[in-house]
């Protein structure tokens, strides 16, 4: 049974946090690597199975950090990444 992809926009900094604590399987570490050199706001496929683990790595991540700027980016990540995941939306709003 083939599983569902997520498309999901980030930027520059959304993919270096998750690839410093979102801990990716191969797959979507891959995908985020791809577009690391891009300054751009960048679409990631991820497989819908690995994009559910990898909410809950931002979270264990989150809870290990101690407050701060840090805390608050990786807590803003994760509302993105989980309304992506409810929605099955991942586009940025653009103005």
């Not at 900094?13 to 706001?41: M, N």
Request: negative net charge; charged residues 25%; glycine residues 6%.
């Amino acid at each position: 049974m083939k599983r569902e992809t997520i498309e999901i926009q980030l930027t520059p900094t959304e993919r270096s946090l998750l690839l410093r604590y979102g801990y990716p399987f191969e797959q979507i570490e891959h995908a985020l690597k791809a577009c690391e050199a891009s300054h751009d706001v960048e679409i990631v496929p991820m497989d819908s199975f690995e994009f559910e683990r990898l909410i809950g790595d931002v979270c264990w991540s989150i809870n290990q950090t101690s407050g701060g700027p840090l805390q608050d980016q990786l807590l803003d990540l994760c509302d993105r990444l989980e309304a992506a995941e409810q929605f099955g939306d991942g586009m940025l709003d653009v103005l």
